[in-house]
Structure formats: C-alpha cells, structure tokens
C-alpha cells in the first residue's frame, strides 16, 4: 500500500530537483513519441534543448530567447501576484493587445516626428492600455461582485476584434497600398524599442521584465502588500481580520497584472514585432498562465520558467526544420513537460510511504 | 438594409445548432465544478473527441458510433486530468491549461491523414407531422438526435444534482471536501467519475462540430469554443438550465450577427463580430445580483489527512 | 553597431559555409503561417512544396516549419533556415513582407520568395495569384445559376485580396444576369469553420442560393448540401468531394509551377528578383473542373471566358466601370492597372454596403 504523507515544510532539496527530474522524464517520453514519428529521437531532443544553447549558431539563438522570453516573464509576473491572492486573470492575451495598440496608436500619431519624448509616452500609454483593460473586470469584481475569470477572457476576444479593425482601419499604414497593418515601427527611430546592444535581443522588455522579477521578489518578501496578497490566498477569512481590503487587492493585482501585460505589449509591437497587423497576438498572454504555475508563482521560477519555455519554442521549430517534425509533435511534447512538472511537484509536498498507517 | 429577409424561425432553429457543442461542453464542465474540481482542459478535451469521433465516423460509416467513441476519447483525456489533480495532487488550473496544449497537439498528430476527408452524414430526425408544422416544426421537430440529447442531458443533469441522493453527495464534495470526507463518502471516487462525465461531455461536444456542425476536420478546429463553454457555466452559476438559456444566447447573439451583416445593417462589422462576448459579459453583470456562489471547494485541493 | 555588423558578417559566412557543404543538393525552406493541415492555404502551399521534392528529387532537400507567427518568430524561423544553409525560401504569408526584407539584408547570398507581399530587394521577388480570374469565371457561372438572383459571399478580412474578388465576381455576374444581388457577410477570421458554417447557413437562410466563399474551410459546402438547392465553389483546393453538387466548380491555388521554376532558377543558377502575378494563364490560378449540374451552354460560356482570360485578350475588370458612389473608374474598353488592383479597398457600383474599416 502506497500513501502520501503531507510534509510540515516543502522540501528544498525536491523543489529544486523535480524541475530537472521532469525535463528528464519529458526527454524519454518525449523521445519514444518522436521515434514513434519515426524520427531519430536523441537527435530530436538534443536538437530542442542542445541546438539554441550550445549548437553551431548558438550565437543567434541565444539573444532569441530573451526576445522570446522576455514577454512571457513580464506578463507571468504580473499574474503570480494576482494568482497567490486567488484572482484570477486570465485575460492577459487582451490587455496585452491593447497595450500594443494604444502604445503603437500613440507612437504612429506622432510619426514623423522624430522626439525624445515619442518613446516613454507610448510607454506610458501602453502601460495604462493594459492597465485600463484590466480595470474592466476589476471594478465589475468590486462592484458587482461578477467573476473576473470571465470577463477578463471575454475581453481577450473584443481585443481581438479591435486589432483587427485597427489593422485594418485607423492604423493602417497609409502608404502599404491598401494592405492591412501598421507602418513599422522599426523604421520610426523615435519610436522604436531597439537593441540596447545590438545583437544581444537586449531590448527594453527584457529590462523591464528583469526588473519586473525583483520587484515581485522584494514586495512578496519584504513588503506589507506582498504579505497581504499571500494571506489573502492561503486564507481569505484570517486575512480580513488582519485588516486586507479585498477591494484595493483586487484592483490593485488586475491592475498590476493588466499594466504588466500592456508594457509587455508595447515593448514587443515597438521593438520584435513592429506592426501591429491582424495576427499580432501569439497567444503570450495564455502561455504565461503556464509560464507562472511552471515557476510555481516564485519570482525566479518565473524567470527560469519563462527561459525554458522559451527555449522549447526556439528548439522545436529548429527541429521542425532540421528533422521534419510536426509543430503539433512539438506542442504535445510542451504538454508532457506540463505534465511530469506537475506530476513530480508531488514530491516537493509530500512524503511517499509504503506500508500500512500506523493509524487507520 | 432589409430585415425583413432575416426569418425568425430559421434564426432560432439555426442558433440551437450553434449552441449544441457549448452546451455540451458545458453541461459536462457544470457537473466537475459543483464536485469542486476546476478542469480548464475543456478545449483539449473537445478537439480530441472531435478526431477521435470524425476518425471512427469516417472508419466505421457510422456517425453514432463515432459520437461514443468520442465520448469514450474526452474521458480517456480526462484521465490524464485525474491522475495529476487526485492521485499526484497537482494545481488544478495548471493541470487543464496543460491538458488543453496536449490535446490540440495530439488531435493534430491523429488527424493528419483526415484532412480533406468528408464523414458520413448523420439523418435529421423527421416526424411525419410534427415537422412539417408551421413555426414549431423547424424550431422543435427537424433537427439531428443530437441536439435533443443535449437538451435531454440539461434536463437531467438539473433534476439529478436537484433531486437526487447523488446529487446531494456530489455538492456536499463541492462545497466542503473535509465535512463529506468526514461523513464517510469517497471524495477522490466521486470526483474522478465527475471528471470523467465532464470529459465525454466534451468529447461529445467536439464530435458535434466537427461531425455535424461543420462537418470536417481541420487541426484547431474547435477555434475556442472549449473556453466559451467554461466561460458558460461560470454565466450560468452553476444552474444546468441557466447554462441552456446561455448557450442559446451565446449561439443566438453569434447568428444573429452574421444575419444583421447579410440584412445589410449599417453597423460596423467588428463590434458586431464583439457583440457576443460584450453581451455576455453585460448579462453576466446583471445575473452577479444573485448570489448563487461557486461550489465553495472549488479548486482546492482534497488530501485525506488526518 | 559595430557588433551586429560583426555578427551578421559571421552569420554570412557561416551561412556561405554550410551552403558550400551542401553544394550537390539545393536546400529549399518554406515558412508556413497555419498547419499543413489547415486543408486550404497553407496545405495548397505544402502541395508545391511536394511538388518540388516529386520534380527534382535527390537533388533538392526541402524544409518547413509550420504555425509560424507574423513578427519575430517568423524571423528567427527564416534566420535558422538561411544559417542551416537553405538557398531559397519562400515565406507564404504578408505578414512576412518586413521580416523576410531584414533577414535577407543580412544573408545576401540565399534568395527569399514573399508571397502577396509589395516589397523586393536584389535577393528578395514577390509572387502572388490573380485570383480575381477565377472569381470572374464562377461569377458568370452564378449568375446563370441563381434563381433568387441574391448571391451570398463569405469574405474573411476586408482587404484588397478578397475586395478585388468580390468586384470581379459581381461584375461578370451582374453581365449575365442584370437582377442579380450580392450579400456579403465578412467572418474576420481567417480560420473558423463553426462561423464559416453559421454564416452559410445565415446567407441560406435569407434567400441566397449560390454561396462563394473567400474563406478556406469546406463547412460552407456542407451548409449547402444540407440546404439541397444551393450552388457552391470550391476555394483554395478542389473540395471535389461535395462535386458534382453543391459544388459545381472550383478556384484552386496551385503554387507547383512557379515553385518548381524558381528552385530550377536557383540551380542553373538564372535566379534573379522579379515581381510575379501570375492568373490562370500561368497556370497558378486553377478552375476546377466545372460539373454537370451547370448547363452545357453555360459552362461553354464559362469555359470561353477561362480561355480568353487566360490567352489575355480579355481582362477581368475592362471598361465601363463605375465605383460604388458612382464616379468613374474606368472608360470604355479601358483596362484596371495593377496598381489600383493591388490596392483595391473600393466597391465597384452596383455593389450594397460599405466596406468595414
């Protein structure tokens, strides 16, 4: 007879080796599907996780996966916050959106103006874009008491809406002959997020994101708020005796998760991406709902979190085009790193014992 | 504009076809949240039952038996589910997020060879009276076996969980895990089938698309529809029949739409392309007066220490 | 600065080095923006892509990476493939018109193929289909066809792709049938089938009984089986699955031709940068065969029009032609220049509504 037994603490020492436990787990699995596909499997992994770190051209690969991971960390911070306080935002896809579009709107209505005031004012706007948006389902929380997992995900899809007419009306490039999407903003230096060094993927999104784990780290540690928020999750009834006003929680953790993601947003519209077009969104704001219970809401884990996200992308579509697999293969074998990090988290929590209680 | 050319009775017999798969979906996710359990894999569920289901469709030339398969499919994925949030203890949310990515990955693996593929029809039920009757008969009395299984699941779901010892038992596990624990009942147990009913529920709500709707399989074809029905039984709060009247709205504001445009309404395309999700989002606000509360254990997770 | 340059130059050579490894075979990378499987768009581009492999065999490798994203996901996916030593790419989606600019400037020796795109470079053509001649030829098919005389049209996005089809098939339809009526019903999606679907059955339902379609899902074709007296056409492939009805005919992408011209060019060693628009003439724009259900006389008629379209004596949109508020477009006898074709975002008269912006 198995049975699990709750430890008083976490263990450090399982909370630290399950991730690697799972990434191996994820690599024999991982391998018999690709063989099963036919495919050389060591080759394979060694592709995904080996190629964009140490390969030939890690030179490249390497500044990627900041670009690539940058957003997912900037929004999955924001979301931790509100995630250990038991609000749930799933509604980051949208607010990242309107970011990317009330921070481009801005930059484009300056254009050409060539200022060096052009660039933090659409910082400013893309914050409070996302911000904004977040406050929707924030102030029908507090007032109305409607629940923030739908509205927030409704909202995703009216972003979605919007873009595209945006894309294809309002910020339509007036001199892309009737084609639909921005002017780049690549080519307006004022307005572009560039390479703070180039070729490094250094770019403004990757500071903010860093600075984005710090300041998570710092208000949850040291912080009355952050001890709030924790409370708040692990005990909502004790933590109103302590004196937390749900209210300003919530809108504050929307709120901060709301400008996260608009910054999030603004930063890669600006800098990567560049246009705002119909299909600017890829889904960040979902995959970082992933990204913040990978890293198991821990600032750092986040970070790590995000990193090998990042790197699975990069990998898999280099093994895509060097071996020939599926990009569906590529995302179940996302879905089993999922899987056995989870699966394995058991172990951080509990004891496994054999035999039978003591205690029946 | 010409709203006269938009014909009510096909509106609604249209949006019922519309609202089958959310209902589905629904109704199945309904039964897993009032045992407590959050299962955000709706969509991985519903695309899995919607190849498994056009696959065995295709295969066998049978429709029906391609609708047990793929119920038989979202169950099987659900498992994957259950083994991570009841026996390992996993973060439920993350759980169904990961189950989501898995299953659109898998269905597009299965399905590569199914692409361009057209599956067999499944015959609309015809009563030799009933449908030809003006009015009702197109709403009430033309539409595919389905459907009515659909409605007929809403109609006994709601009387289970209201009248029922099962029922009972299945919400003391949602709203207090510890208390019906203590009492004796098998918490994990009632979970895992709750789990498993909501997985072939989505399976079943895939294979409509795909075997009925549309019918045809492209990779991703479900197209969201997975998270519109978690979203319905949020709306519907936790009431089988409020989860009905949604998913009609839900489906009638869609059709309702795309009738507007083809009227020639002068209403700018995309906000009517928003407008269901900003009804929604409006109906949800007024129903958030009543107080009828998420199972209270809902997402929580159940260890049996003593 | 210094570093970049420092790097694309490493990048360069690195990029010379493998391409000269692999001297004897020439390496051919496609970037996909949906799935193989999407069974319209990206499967029709992956079909020249086999192509390719059936026409040259062991003498060419292709490559592709599917599901790519518009933006720098596309542009990394291009960088790996030039790095890995791929002589050509081609880039199937708009949405890579500037990665595919940035990531030739640094790969000067690898040719890039954009399609739909307006920007080139030395090593960068552009290519894309007149489907516009294909819309003329089911416009007169649907004229003849319809009873109500009211058309229905599925448009995805309006932009000037699907708007030129919309002008080309309403006009050569109104030519045949002067009661005709189009109503057009835009998805914004590219990709939903369950819409698709609805907005078939919508279309149905308020009196259309011939269906186009400028989205790639077949669930149109089933609305329209189901309804029983309806008329479709295929888009993107053949659908010949729901022939000979509802589906009577078919505009199909045939991308074979010109990828197998552009790879030989690379190997001879002719390749040059060129701006291609090819119609049904070349052979990138197919007509389905046209089925039975359609008259004898008018599928003659139809079939005349596919020929004089594709020998060039006859231009899809020719003279006398008005816009949507009545100005004049073009004169008698007078033929549309590419450039207003290719940027097209005005009805032409006759047409209801207005474009959504």
Known sequence: MIRLEKRQQPSRAWSLATPLVAVMATMVMGGLLFAALGKPPIEAIRTIFWEPLFGEFSFYYRPQLLIKGAPLVLIAIGLSLGFKAGIWNIGAEGQYIIGALSGAGVGLAFYPLEAWYVFPLMVLVGALGGWLWAMIPAVLKTKFDTNEILVSLMLVYVAEQLLASMSLGLLKNPQGYGFPGSRNLQQYDSAHNAELIAGTGLHLGVVAALIAVIFAYILLNRHMLGFHIRLTGQAPRAARFAGVNPTRLVLFCLGMSGALAGLAGLFEVSGPAGVVSIDFNVGYGFTAIIVAFLGRLHPVGILLAGALMALTYIGGDIAQSKLGLPSAAIQVFQGMLLFFLLAFDLLTNFRIRFGTPETA | MDLSAINPVLLIASLMVAATPILLAAIGELVVEKAGVLNLGVEGMMIIGAIAGFATAVESGSPTLGFVVAAAAGAALSLLFVFLTQVVLANQVASGLALTLFGLGLSALLGQSYVGVRPPEMAQIQLPVLSDLPFVGPILFSHDPVLYFGIALTAAVGAMLKFTRGGLILRAVGENHDAAHALGYKVVRIRILAILFGGACAGLGGAYISLIRVPQWTEGMTAGIGWIALALVVFASWKPWRALLGAYLFGGVTVMQLNLQAAGVAIPVEYLAMSPYLITILVLVILSADKSRAPAALGRIFHASR | ?357
Do not use: C
């Open chain 3, 1 to 357: 600065m210094k570093l970049k340059s420092l790097l694309a130059t490493a990048a360069m050579t690195l990029g010379l080095a493998t391409t000269g490894y692999a001297e004897d075979k020439t390496k051919v990378g496609f970037v996909y923006v949906g799935p193989v499987g999407d069974g319209g768009w990206t499967y029709e581009h992956d079909q020249g892509r086999k192509a390719v492999v059936a026409e040259f065999g062991d003498k060419v490798e292709t490559v592709y990476v599917e599901n790519v994203a518009e933006g720098p996901d596309s542009e990394r996916v291009m960088t790996q493939m030039a790095l890995d030593g791929a002589d050509l790419i081609f880039t199937t989606s708009f949405g890579y018109m500037d990665p595919t600019i940035n990531v030739a400037k640094k790969f000067p020796n690898v040719k890039f193929e954009h399609a739909t795109g307006y920007k080139r470079a030395d090593n960068v053509s552009t290519y894309s289909a007149r489907f516009y001649e294909g819309r003329a030829v089911q416009g007169t098919i649907a004229g003849h066809m319809t009873k109500t005389n009211t058309i229905g049209y599925i448009g995805s996005f309006p932009i000037p792709e699907v708007i030129r089809g919309i002008n080309s098939a309403y006009i050569h339809a109104k030519k045949v049938n002067p009661d005709v009526e189009f109503k057009i019903v835009w998805a914004f999606t590219w990709f939903d089938p369950a819409k698709e679907a609805d907005a078939a059955k919508v279309l149905i339902e308020q009196g259309a009984d011939v269906i186009l379609q400028h989205t790639d899902s077949t669930a149109p074709q089933a609305a329209a089986q189901a309804a029983g007296n309806v008329v479709t056409f295929g888009q993107a492939s053949d659908m010949a699955e729901y022939g000979p009805f509802p589906r009577v005919s078919s505009i199909i992408d045939d991308w074979a031709p010109y990828y197998i011209a552009r790879t030989q060019a690379v190997i001879d060693g002719t390749w040059s940068s060129v701006d291609t628009w090819d119609g049904i003439g070349a052979g990138m724009v197919g007509i389905g065969e046209i089925s039975d259900a359609v008259p004898a006389d008018v599928k003659a008629e139809a079939l005349a029009l596919k020929e004089a379209l594709a020998s060039g004596e006859y231009h899809a949109f020719t003279g006398p032609l008005n816009k949507q508020d009545g100005s004049a477009w073009l004169a008698d006898g007078e033929t549309a220049d590419d450039g207003t074709l290719a940027g097209m975002t005005f009805y032409v008269e006759g047409l209801d509504g207005d474009i959504p912006q």
